[in-house]
């Protein structure tokens, strides 16, 4: 049986590939490693996560995704182009039709640039849709309900917030503030407060083994390995939970800022709605400990952690597949 239908949660940290009847096939880092001059394609995805900060200078391991968005096109379609493969398998002659999540703050130019790199990738038709709308499809949501409903996505790259109603959005913010942010104030973190250095692997270790988005009262700890500033030298080094929340807690403040911002342009009626059902949390981001928690008492809204968040986006290109004529009102557009 050919499989004519993927869709890929194309994120800037993560990319989770879909396939009806299938389920997840793919989830993978977004990362390509070339090889110089000729920027041959050595390894996508996970092995190619793995060469990063151990490469020589004739291989370069590279993020073709920055803040959500195509940073690198040639690179991209060379991604997608592998992924698609994978999900399809190489005997498979039948061009498949693909749905991309994109930001909600994607620019018409940007927009574009996936669709042809997915096409030229070797999609027949590449249909793009907004990640919020993705995630609540992903979350449970009902999107094409009169009743409004808020989610806040965080990936890696982008936090996006949205109120949605009649399968549409109706007021949003999309905030290049994520998951990466998060790494990158770690590593300032512990630069500055211990003279230690560290890289996007360790930060992200930490981040998964002891971050919080909050201090509490018996904190987690983990031990890492940098090189001291001072003598050059490798140190061993231990790191609370506390201290993670402390070194997040501008970045958090950022995305409940933007969540604020969402409230204040949203209609009452729909603003009544959010307060009675709460906010809906996904992406690979809200699964930081306590971050729910975070945004209540920011933002005096209960606040839930949809049920595998990090795999709302791909959920929801799934329902989109599956009832395209449905659906109809949340494609950006096709090619």
Known sequence: MFTRRIGIDLG????????PGKGFV????TIVALSLPKNNVLAVGREAKEMIGRTPENIVAYKPLREGVVADYYITRAMLKYFINRAVGGMNVVRPDVVISVPAGITATERRAVINAAVEAGARNAYVVR????????AGITINSSSGNMIINIGGGTSEVAVISLGSVVCWSSLRVAGNKFD???????KKKYSIVIGEQTAEMIKIAAGSALPVKNGIEVEFRGRDLISGLPKDLTITSNEIAEALNPHLMDIA???????????????????????ILSGGSAGLRNIDEFFKRFLGVPVYVADESIFCVAKGTGIILDHLDVYQRTLLNKK
Not at 12 to 19: E, H
Not at 26 to 29: D, F, G, K, L, Y
Not at 131 to 138: F, H, I, N
Not at 259 to 268: A, K, L, R, Y
Request: hydrophobic share 50%.
């Open 184 to 190: 990158d104030a770690i590593i300032n973190y512990i």
């Open 257 to 279: 800022a933007s969540v604020q911002e969402v409230f204040n342009q949203t209609p009452p009626e729909l603003v009544a709605d959010v307060m009675e059902k709460g906010i």
């Open 26 to 29: 793919i989830n993978e880092p």
């Open 131 to 138: 990640e919020p709308l993705l995630a609540a499809l992903g």
């Open 12 to 19: 800037t940290a993560n990319t989770v590939v879909f396939v």
